[in-house]
């Protein structure tokens, strides 16, 4: 005959399993959930350097797409491709995503509004699922399209030939012409005063060292 003790023991074996099972799911859930964490954080970071360094590579560029100079600020944007979503700068951030075990997904510039959008994957993850991905968008901080010249410059303008005095015909004379000499002045696109100059000849404004003062500017995340 068996003693009371033993017929005791049966629920409290039952008990204490599954108070086992519960707390070995408990920490699986918690390991899974910190190993997606993980793999998201991971996905925003390499989203983010993809943007700042495609926002970077665009920045690095401006000095060359401008070298042939504007007649208006509103000139700049078309000189830098005038679209909503150029591809400038997309081999620097899919450099940066893979560096950072991701894939560029996505990638625009819009040079409008000095924004560069982008879209990562991460090539693997330990969870089930897809793998992690993130977006992030960075600004170049040269707002192009906030560009203004100094308001004090007068382009000049040729001054008329003046009419011979007398009864004879006046003899053929050359239209005037504009001086050749180039005058300085500056630009704002939004961090400080640019220096260009401007040449009356050709009637255009060329920036004299854009590729040092850009290099001041740094690239900022945007959301």
């Not at 000189?79 to 400038?88: A, D, W």
């Not at 950072?100 to 993850?125: F, I, K, P, Q, W």
């Not at 053929?172 to 005063?193: H, K, N, V, Y």
Request: glycine share 10%; charged share 20%.
């Amino acid at each position: 005959m068996s003693r009371r003790g033993d017929r005791g023991s049966g629920p409290i074996t039952v008990l204490l399993i599954l108070g086992v099972l519960a707390l070995v799911f408990a920490i699986g859930i918690t390991s899974v959930m910190a190993t997606a964490g993980e793999e998201g954080a991971g996905a925003q970071h390499a989203a983010d350097a993809a943007a700042l360094g495609g926002a970077q590579a665009v920045l690095d560029d401006m000095p060359n797409a401008l070298v042939i100079g504007f007649r208006d600020p509103r000139d700049i944007p078309g000189l830098l491709g005038g679209s909503v979503c150029l591809q400038k700068g997309r081999v620097e951030a899919s450099r940066l995503a893979s560096a950072n075990d991701a894939t560029l997904t996505s990638y625009c510039y819009d040079v409008h509004s000095d924004e560069v959008s982008v879209s990562v994957r991460m090539n693997a993850t330990a969870v089930s699922g897809p793998p992690a991905s993130a977006d992030a968008v960075a600004a170049t901080t040269f707002d192009i399209s906030a560009c203004e010249l100094d308001p004090a410059f007068v382009r000049p303008t040729p001054s008329p030939t003046p009419s011979p005095s007398g009864s004879q015909s006046p003899e053929p004379t050359a239209p005037p012409e504009l001086p050749s000499r180039p005058m300085d002045t500056w630009i704002d696109c939004g961090f400080g005063q640019i220096p260009v100059k401007y040449t009356p000849g050709i009637g255009k404004f060329h920036f004299k060292d854009l590729a040092s003062a850009l290099a001041e500017l740094e690239p900022r995340l945007t959301d």
